[in-house]
């Protein structure tokens, strides 16, 4: 089993929608969370870290669910900009500062 | 000018041949760290280093080899290349007093064939 598991896509969802992503860790150990945004051929940058009080970043939205190993994003009201993928980043305690990565999740903007 | 810088960018060399991937980054960050990514397979950790003479494997590491010339330098060499070493290398780094953000230089693309 994957340690960081991820829908890989593509979601193709119509600007002006909501469109939300979950992503399952293994590790009942990790204890820090963050969603990395990746463009084509490009690096990953972090998007947003995901704190257990879940937290609000304009039109993104990340959640925290300890007990079912999951967390989640929320991308209201879709730009054509919001294409990319959209990684999974989790890091487990005592495993030093290393994250583990999601696959990533493909997400399309339609005009 | 980037923070973190990867050269080169693309190369494409030979089954046998030694290569070096070089990173440089001007964020005075002790952290730095080499992943490689694979379609389907995400990133993965190659090598990392916390100080000049601190290097620690990663999940992959066979096959290449680091060198942390300075704290603002971190090479990767592959001594042998093979073409399932053929991917996309990033170059990372953070700061321990900044959390567990990364940062990531722009890739090498690396085709061995």
């Known amino acids: 089993r994957k340690e960081v598991e991820q829908d890989p896509g593509p979601f193709n969802v119509p600007e002006g929608a909501t469109v939300a992503f979950n992503c399952t860790y293994s590790n009942s150990a990790s204890q820090s969370f963050f969603w990395y945004r990746q463009d084509c051929r490009k690096e990953p940058k972090l998007l947003m870290s995901v704190y257990s009080s879940g937290n609000e970043d304009g039109r993104f939205t990340a959640q925290l669910n300890r007990a079912s190993q999951y967390i989640s994003l929320l991308i209201r009201d879709s730009k054509l900009s919001d294409s990319a993928t959209y990684l999974c980043?989790?890091?487990?305690?005592?495993?030093?500062?290393?994250?583990?990565f999601g696959t990533g999740t493909r997400l399309t903007i339609i005009p | 000018d980037a923070d973190v810088t990867q050269t080169p960018r693309n190369r494409i060399t030979k089954t046998g041949k030694r290569i070096m991937l070089e990173c440089s980054q001007t964020?005075?960050?002790?952290?730095m760290y080499w992943y490689r990514q694979d379609p389907g397979l995400g990133l993965r950790l190659i090598y990392y280093?916390?100080?000049?003479?601190?290097?620690n494997k990663g999940e992959i590491s066979d096959g290449y080899s680091v060198s942390r010339q300075a704290q603002a330098k971190f090479s990767l060499s592959l001594e042998s290349a093979i073409p399932n070493q053929t991917a996309l290398y990033f170059c990372?780094?953070?700061?321990?007093?900044?959390?567990?953000?990364?940062?990531f230089g722009p890739g090498t693309r690396l085709t061995v064939t």
């Open positions: 990372a780094t953070s700061d321990p007093r900044g959390g567990y953000e990364q940062y």
């Open positions: 280093s916390f100080d000049v003479k601190d290097i």
């Open positions: 964020k005075g960050h002790d952290r």
């Open positions: 980043v989790v890091n487990v305690l005592h495993q030093d500062e290393k994250l583990t």
